[in-house]
């Protein structure tokens, strides 16, 4: 089968392109969150990045929608409408935003795709209307036991602390860095020194790193620390408790079913 999906989420995506399908993942010159492609990633020969332009009515047997924006562009390119007669299913990765309990997913008022969310907590918190809604549950690629607590320094992986600040406890790092120093890793962490206030010495920004030599780092790292408040499951808790490592995380949306009491 050839399935067609965007990259939006690489650790998400890690997982699912290892299926016996082939996957085809719409590239820009200028890459950017419409045309990643396969950004560099190690992932196998069965993915492929093609242009969306490249594509017609015959390339494509299913897609994944997760962006209610894709779901026009899949038609305007293929001449098909998702749901309608191209099968396809709406993966939702996020927490609802705004008024909740009371956000209504925008796929709500429709019964041709498929709601699929990738935890229990994101199905019951979203309003779902009438929409067939169902959970398949994230998976990540096992990195194995590389625990080495080596390290006395605390880890955390978080995307873009500065901007999306309480959303992922970004405000509770200079309690933890009281207690131990903090390795944090993660996209756009470059402005957290300064936006923080905290003490270089106790804070080491290690920036975006590959996935391979992501594992590596934080299996050296003492304990891995989850100070996310509202989102969705972030998978680097997984990835941490797959290497090794003890974890410390708030008891949030889906964190309290992740982690083995």
């Known amino acids: 089968m ?10 998400w995506t890690d997982a699912f ?107 019951l918190a979203w309003d779902n209307g009438s929409a067939p809604a169902l959970v398949i549950e994230h998976g990540i690629p096992d990195p ?18 500065v901007r999306r600040g309480r959303v992922t406890g970004t405000d509770l790092l200079p309690a933890f860095a009281a207690v131990a120093p903090l390795h944090v890793f993660g996209m756009k962490t470059e402005g957290l020194l300064a936006a923080s206030g905290f003490d270089d010495a106790r804070l080491h920004v290690r920036g975006d790193l590959k996935p391979q030599e992501l594992h590596r780092e934080l299996a050296r790292c003492r304990v891995y620390v989850h100070p996310m408040r509202w989102t969705s499951l972030g998978l680097s808790l997984l990835e941490a408790m797959h290497v090794g490592m003890p974890v410390l995380a708030l008891a949030t949306t889906e964190a309290p079913r992740a982690v083995p009491p």
């Open 17 to 123: 392109v290892r299926g016996r399908h082939e996957y085809l993942l719409p590239v820009l010159p200028e890459g950017g969150p419409w045309g990643l492609g396969r950004a560099g990633r190690p992932w196998p020969g069965s993915v492929q990045q093609v242009p969306l332009a490249e594509l017609d009515a015959d390339s494509v047997d299913a897609v994944v929608l997760q962006r209610p924006e894709e779901i026009e562009a899949v038609h305007q390119a293929l001449g098909r409408r998702p749901g309608v007669d191209l099968p396809a299913v709406y993966l939702e990765h996020n927490t609802p935003k705004g008024n909740f309990p009371f956000t209504r997913h925008p796929l709500a008022d429709q019964d041709s795709i498929p709601l699929v969310h990738v935890t229990h907590f994101n199905k």
């Open 144 to 161: 194995g036991p590389l625990y080495t607590g080596e390290l006395p320094e605390l880890a955390v992986v978080v995307n873009e602390p």
């Open 2 to 11: 050839r399935i067609l999906l965007w990259h939006v989420h690489g650790s």
